[in-house]
């Protein structure tokens, strides 16, 4: 549980820190007509390649290989494809939800205030 709280309050500190650097381009997107739901998917879509990154990196597909990975499984298999499933999923998930409280802020972007930001 310590290494998904870990995992969450650091997508979500990259993200508010990514949203916080790019206010004016969001700014100028906000003020040239982008949606609120374009601007959602800019910041969710840089959020999603990290995330793919890490889960690459991450879950290696030769858990349970290793000797002292095997004690750490209780039922599950070396290569058991339920068990990378749903540790990809639920990484996704919480990346997703992590991200997700930046990019609504971003939303929020006034255009002449990012202007005037610098």
Not at 14 to 40: C, D, F, K
Not at 58 to 80: E, I, K, M, T
Request: glycine share 8%.
């Amino acid at each position: 549980m310590l290494a998904i709280v870990l995992a969450a309050t650091g997508i979500h500190g990259l993200a508010a820190y990514a949203v916080s650097r790019r206010t004016r381009e969001i700014g100028v997107r906000m003020a040239l007509g982008a949606q609120p739901i374009q601007v959602v998917r800019l910041v969710l879509g840089k959020d999603d390649v990290a995330a793919r990154l890490g889960l690459g990196r991450g879950v290696d597909p030769r858990f349970g290989s290793r000797p002292s990975d095997r004690q750490c499984r209780l039922w599950a298999q070396p290569r058991d494809p339920l068990v990378l499933l749903s540790v990809w999923g639920s990484i996704a998930l919480i990346a997703f939800s992590a991200a997700w409280s930046p990019a609504r802020r971003a939303t929020r972007v006034d255009p002449l205030v990012a202007l005037r930001y610098e």
